[in-house]
């Protein structure tokens, strides 16, 4: 992996082809999907048909066996459509690794080919009601009984948790308060005792569908269990480095639109007989987003290449996921400022960027969670 990957001629073409197709297929809908408060299984079935779902999986399994850079790709363009597309970097690439890495033969055999087609959408549930940030502490419990596991709890904030097929469950096979006991299961679509309750209204991210999962007796197949009973912290740890990536790269996207935002507009829009970028309070304010987003790229241009390689990044992950996402908030604030009124108004697409940014700093780890695991690292606490 070298610095100038996204020079590549195959990236550049496999870039070029999935804007056309979103061009085609996702930008014309993207605002109905939005007052419909859900992307459509058709449009995750075409993302599937034309290899956009998933790329990394192994070709034994309908994948194209290509590496991250792709799903990089497929994050960036289709966050640049809209924020409540983020269910399809959460399938490909932060719920869909547990399944490849910790899943049997059987299990990936079962699941893998249809995630990538799209006829599997996935999940995943860890946040309860009563616990978010605290992941040792969730209450839902699973107990082995013969063939299968006998879940009881709920789940809550779960992103694809009404349109998915499939969902990884963070569960408590041990009563332990630690987080030694918990394992990850998987329920599928019928399972008994398998309950979606209400969508839940967000403020933003529409086209996003979030809900909350009850499990009431729910039986699970013992073979649906993830990996080894009892590991589950283990792979959570380990692919949530993933899944803070993809945030921090989807909130350097949303901070770059927001700063050509606030560019055009304030170039074009006159006060006091010129335009309102000539002000040089509203310059300055400019140049100090452009700064910022521009430290935010090279910094994460880093990451990824050392997530790539494979090198231990959960400091700089960390780092990357808390300060990306509270730059991403600033720099739409302040671009939604430059709007003045109109930034308020629905049919200004900073609008919708103000609303979009502002779970970037809560999920996937809160800000206070990752300078935590920073100053952790660091020898502090
Ligand atoms: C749009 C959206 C989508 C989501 N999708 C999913 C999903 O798909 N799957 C899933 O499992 N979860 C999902 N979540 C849940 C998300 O991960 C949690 O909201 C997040 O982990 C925070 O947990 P909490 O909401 O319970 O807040 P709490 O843990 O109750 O925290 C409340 C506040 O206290 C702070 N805090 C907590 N502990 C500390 C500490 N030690 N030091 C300092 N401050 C602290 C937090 O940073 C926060 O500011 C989603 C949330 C949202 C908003």
């Known amino acids: 992996m070298t610095e100038n990957w996204r020079d590549n001629q195959e990236i550049r073409i496999f870039r070029d082809s999935l804007r056309k197709f979103l061009e085609k297929e996702g930008i014309p809908y993207f605002n109905d999907w939005e007052e419909q408060r859900m992307i459509p299984r058709e449009f995750w079935l075409k993302m599937g048909k034309n290899g956009f779902l998933c790329p990394w999986?192994?070709?034994?399994?309908?994948?194209?066996?290509?590496?991250?850079?792709?799903?990089?790709?497929?994050?960036?363009?289709?966050?640049?459509?809209?924020?409540?597309?983020?269910?399809?970097?959460?399938?490909?690439?932060?719920?869909?690794?547990?399944?490849?890495?910790?899943?049997?033969?059987?299990?990936?055999?079962?699941?893998?080919?249809?995630?990538?087609?799209?006829?599997?959408?996935?999940?995943?549930?860890?946040?309860?009601?009563?616990?978010?940030?605290?992941?040792?502490?969730?209450?839902?419990?699973?107990?082995?009984?013969?063939?299968?596991?006998?879940?009881?709890?709920?789940?809550?904030?779960?992103?694809?948790?009404?349109?998915?097929?499939?969902?990884?469950?963070?569960?408590?096979?041990?009563?332990?308060?630690?987080?030694?006991?918990?394992?990850?299961?998987?329920v599928e679509e019928g399972t008994p005792g398998f309950q979606r309750s209400r969508k839940l209204k967000k403020i933003g991210?529409?086209?996003?569908?979030?809900?909350?999962?009850?499990?009431?007796?729910?039986?699970?197949?013992?073979?649906?269990?993830?990996?080894?009973?009892?590991?589950?912290?283990?792979?959570?740890?380990?692919?949530?480095?993933?899944?803070?990536?993809?945030?921090?790269?989807?909130?350097?996207?949303?901070?770059?639109?927001?700063?050509?935002?606030?560019?055009?507009?304030?170039?074009?829009?006159?006060?006091?007989?010129?335009?309102?970028?000539?002000?040089?309070?509203?310059?300055?304010?400019?140049?100090?987003?452009?700064?910022?987003?521009?430290?935010?790229?090279?910094?994460?241009e880093h990451l990824l290449i050392n997530h790539m390689k494979g090198k231990d990044v959960v400091t700089e992950v960390s780092m990357a996921k808390w300060w990306i996402t509270e730059m991403c908030n600033r720099v739409v604030y302040q671009a939604q400022q430059l709007h003045g009124g109109y930034g308020y108004m629905e049919e200004y697409e900073i609008a919708r960027y103000f609303r979009d940014t502002r779970a970037q700093t809560m999920y996937a780890g809160s800000t206070e969670i990752m300078k935590q695991i920073i100053a952790k690292k660091i020898g502090l606490l």
Not at 233 to 240: A, F, I, N, T
């Open 205 to 300: 991210l529409h086209s996003q569908d979030t809900a909350e999962l009850i499990f009431q007796d729910c039986r699970i197949p013992a073979s649906n269990l993830l990996g080894e009973e009892g590991q589950g912290w283990k792979y959570l740890m380990s692919k949530l480095q993933q899944e803070r990536i993809i945030v921090a790269l989807e909130a350097q996207i949303m901070a770059e639109g927001a700063l050509q935002l606030a560019i055009d507009y304030s170039k074009n829009r006159t006060a006091f007989g010129k335009p309102i970028s000539q002000f040089q309070h509203n310059a300055f304010k400019v140049a100090e987003m452009a700064t910022e987003v521009k430290i935010g790229r090279q910094f994460l």
């Open 57 to 186: 999986v192994e070709e034994e399994y309908g994948g194209l066996g290509v590496g991250f850079e792709y799903s990089i790709i497929i994050s960036e363009e289709t966050m640049k459509v809209g924020a409540g597309m983020l269910g399809i970097a959460l399938h490909s690439d932060m719920v869909v690794p547990y399944i490849a890495s910790y899943g049997t033969q059987e299990q990936k055999r079962r699941w893998l080919p249809k995630c990538i087609t799209g006829e599997f959408v996935t999940a995943i549930a860890m946040s309860e009601p009563g616990t978010g940030s605290d992941l040792a502490a969730i209450k839902t419990t699973s107990v082995r009984a013969g063939d299968f596991y006998i879940v009881n709890g709920s789940k809550t904030f779960i992103s694809n948790g009404l349109c998915s097929d499939i969902v990884v469950v963070a569960c408590k096979t041990e009563q332990t308060n630690g987080h030694k006991g918990i394992s990850l299961l998987v």
